[in-house]
């Protein structure tokens, strides 16, 4: 696979814009937290419970769900435009079978009997 050099920019000028100095004080360690509250109810003679741990998302294949996405909009795009065609179509009339279109004349109009 080659990288073009336009990529290989963009990708240093967004790298570049998301980098910062490292700051320990923006991030907090919850499980050491938790731990020193633990055992400090422990040492002051609380019963300390089990907490259930997080339930992680499941990780997914993101080029599955790519293809999955790409699939359903050409799906829904097909079923559009074939719902536009059956409206945009008007029945056909019938033609005469033994006269071609230029054959046929505009019908007449009867003239009533004179009493």
């Known amino acids: 696979m080659e990288v073009k050099p336009q990529e290989v920019a963009l990708a240093e000028k967004l790298v570049e814009s998301l980098a910062a100095p490292f700051d320990p004080e923006k991030y907090q360690d919850m499980y050491q937290t938790r731990l020193v509250e633990m055992l400090e109810a422990k040492k002051e003679g609380k019963t300390v419970h089990e907490t259930k741990g997080r339930k992680l998302a499941p990780v997914i294949d993101l080029m599955a ?34 006269k071609s279109p230029d054959d046929r004349t505009a019908p007449t109009k009867r003239r009533r009997a004179a009493s």
């Open 65 to 98: 769900a790519l293809q999955k996405s790409l699939n359903a909009k050409s799906a829904a795009a097909n079923a559009d435009s074939d719902a536009e065609e059956d409206t945009e179509r008007k029945p056909a009339r019938r033609a005469s079978a033994n």
